[in-house]
């Protein structure tokens, strides 16, 4: 049976074009009555794609017509409904972040990939640590701070010199980000469901950033990270290119 596809795609030209040419030859189907979503563009909007499809309960497949494309399969307009039935899930948690501001104000926000502390001024930031309640790190000067996925550790967190994780991993990566005192800490190693809370110290003079797959919060003074293990996503690749084996070929280059 041929499955009901939404396609979906970037602003770039090549995905309009790649849009273009599916949508003729295989139809389009209403994201809402969709067996699975057809995503057209770069790893930047395939997570765009799995927040839209957030609580739908469809697989997202990609097709890179982006640059780096490490969330995407290759692209070719042949065949698509075999490739679909062939391919294979992969299903992945995402990050709950709670950011509290200067204001009191609080903003709650989902990543796929990671949450990232960053200074928003010339000075550094300084931080405090708090995993699962106990205080953990007293204080971290750095230009930041973040908690990845093993989905997203090859993104941010390897650029941050964080460790790659297996997607199977239940382990969290807490990695620093150019890191000043202590000099030589590079992050840690945590369980899938600790609970991270990072306090801003100094915020008025040291002023710090929260972001969420992109989605930043300015002027915060304390941000609440853990795992949303009642979100999945689900991601389909082609047989013996996906997820676990992409992250085990990232670390022999």
């Known amino acids: 049976m041929t499955p009901r596809i939404h396609f979906t795609a970037s602003h770039a030209e090549l995905a309009r074009e790649a849009l273009t040419t599916l949508t003729a030859r295989y139809g389009d189907t209403p994201l809402d009555r969709a067996d699975v979503v057809v995503a057209l563009g770069g790893d930047g909007f395939m997570l765009q794609t799995l927040h839209v499809t957030q609580g739908l309960g469809v697989p997202v497949y990609g097709m890179n017509r982006g640059t780096v494309g490490f969330l995407m399969n290759a692209f070719a307009d ?5 490739r679909l039935a062939e391919a294979e899930e992969t299903s992945i948690n995402p990050l709950r972040m709670r950011a509290t501001c200067a204001d009191g104000t609080c903003h709650e926000a989902l990543a796929i990939n990671e949450v990232s502390l960053l200074r928003e001024g010339p000075q550094a930031a300084k931080l405090r640590i708090h995993v699962d309640g106990r205080m953990r790190m007293e ?4 230009d930041g701070a973040l908690v990845a996925t093993p989905a997203g550790s090859t993104a941010y967190n390897y650029s941050a010199h964080g460790p790659i994780l297996p997607i199977g991993a239940e382990v969290l990566a807490l990695t620093a980000i150019a890191p000043f005192r202590p000099r030589r800490w590079r992050g840690a190693l945590l369980p899938k469901e600790a609970e991270v809370v990072v ?3 100094n915020p008025a003079r040291r002023p710090v950033m929260a972001d969420a797959d992109s989605r930043s919060v300015r002027n915060v003074i304390r941000v609440q990270i853990r795992s949303a293990s009642d979100i ?3 991601l389909l690749f082609d047989p013996g290119h996906g997820l676990d084996e992409r992250l085990l070929r990232e670390q022999f280059v």
């Open 232 to 234: 999945s996503h689900r």
């Open 199 to 201: 306090e801003v110290l």
């Open 78 to 82: 042949d065949d698509l409904p075999a």
């Open 139 to 142: 204080e971290l000067v750095c």
